[in-house]
């Protein structure tokens, strides 16, 4: 568990195939190990949420859209730092989700150093 | 009857008995007087001679009766004025008398026999002119009517540009051709029936091939033909024919003629072309104005390729610009951009192809690829409403011959009807796009939802135009869908799904078909 701990997996949830590689590749590029999932159903299925350091997360997905996920791992007492990255982000999403404890509620695209910042603030916290 | 007609018929005078009679009696006093004139110039005895003229002359005019009086008078006239004659002149006498009065009623008789055969005859004749006139007059009768007929019939033929024709096979020409052929082909009627070399060259260029394919077909079945073609006339006018043709064949089952009709469908193939053009300017008006609703998805769809080329880009960047850069990484990122980027390029242009205006364009196109390019442009829109798209695509479907841009049109439109039947609903969100053959070389394309369902009682109602059950709808996508399947020559109809929920199911032929 200890060196589980110390990997500090970051985990990005999105059903967009390009947004996922493009996710992973720049962690990669900055040397954060990350795992992607096609789907907040996979993501819950894998059992790598309590691995999670920090969960880059679509909004709306097929299914289980991110909001839903985040209460899912909210209900499971798995509270993981959230970055929300979205295009059809409105102020009223914005603050439900930020009050249900995401760390960054991101519009694509995004700034991706703003992104890494995010991610390392969490990883840190 | 033949009394009636000798007695109307006879050439004889028909005189009173007295005059008859009398003329036996006047005659044979003239023989007398005449013979006593003779006697008193002493000139030779021909009381005989003039007797015998009185009794034919009373035989002719007066009858047999009354020439038998003359003869039996002259018999008593010579007794007393004569005596001087020997006996057996006397016997003599009285026998020439009887000889000639019987030879005189055989004469008579003959006569009268001719008479009443002359008479006969001309009655025959009288009959038979009589007829001939009826006949003239029957004839003409006919004729007028045939004038009448032959005037209607052309009439007819001006107002519905339908002319007609005759044509041997053997010689290739014409043996009949009404005034509205010369019309319609625009040939002086005045400089008689043109050659047929003359009448090819007025066929469209571009149509004589199929012209004369149906007509040698026809011939080589002796069977009936029918072509539609336009003419070239020499002032550039274009006309559309359509014309029929019957086989005529003689009696040992030898083709000899054909006869027709060509029918100027000029108009109506303009009335059609500009239907055509009112269908698809409508038909542009509603995929725009359904392009509209999906604008925000749609935006979201290119930006989300191109965001991941953003972010792709950068990452490129970061390891190029290392100390030591990793080209194998920034090619790697570069290579997901040419792929974010392509992305983002197809969607623009599906999109773009849906908001173009133009004539319906027929091709081979492949259903199950329609309704997959369909299904990812909705991606973002089913995403919106947290719908779940499943398809079942039938691989072994066969191509059909359509507009693609207005089958795209029907699948968008019956894709949003599900997704806005669904998005205020509770419980699971499926649209389910199936593709299957179908009997009768048709495929099959359903669309199901699990939304509110269709209207009750209403629900044969949908297709009209103008019914709408949204706050902003125009109430035409369901028509004019329905109106390009049939263009297509297929068939669009919805039904309950189960357990809840819409489904639309449109056939297609697969043979090339329907349009004309």
Redesign the interface.
Known sequence: MATQAKVKLVAIVD??E??R???Q??L???GLPSRAFASAEEFLKSGQQHQTACLIADI????M?GLELQAQLNAEHCRIPTIFIT??GDTKMRLQALRAGAVEFMA???D?EVLLENVRAALDS | MTHMVTGKWTARPVASAALRYGLAFASVVVALGLARIFLYFHLPQPFAAFALSAIAITFWYGGTKPGIVAAVLASIVRYFDWSEVGAVSRVLYDLVFVIFALLMIGVNRARSELEVRVAQRTAELTRANEDLSLEIAERKRAEEKLRQSEAYLAEAQKLTHTGSWVWEVAGRCALHLSEEWYRIYGFDPEEGMPAWDKRLQRIHPDDRAKWQQAIDQAISEKSDYEVEFRLLLPDGKVRHLHTVGHPVLDASGNLVQFVGSSTDITERKQAEEALRQAQSDLAHVSRVTTMGELT?SL??EV??????????A??CL??LNRDHPDVE?AR??AS?MV??AT?AAEIVSRTRLLFKKGTPQWELVDINEIIREMVALMR?E???Y????RTELAEDIPQLTGDRVQLQQVLMNLMINAIDAMKDGDGTRELAVKSQRAENEQLMVSISDTGVGLPPQQADQIFNAFFTTKPHGTGMGLRISRSIIESHGGRLWAADNSPRGASFHLTLPVEAEAHE
């Not at chain 1, 709306?60 to 299914?63: Q, S």
């Not at chain 2, 390729?305 to 792709?312: G, K, R, V």
């Not at chain 2, 947290?386 to 798209?389: D, L, R, T």
């Open positions: 059903d967009d390009l947004m590689g493009a996710l590749g720049l990669k590029a900055v709306r997905m097929p299914g859209s295009a059809h694509k695209p995004f991706d | 925000a935006a979201h930006n989300q390729p191109i965001a991941a080329a953003i972010t792709d950068n990452t970061r390891w990484e790697e990122a997901r792929k974010d992305r973002s089913v995403t919106r947290s719908i779940s798209v």
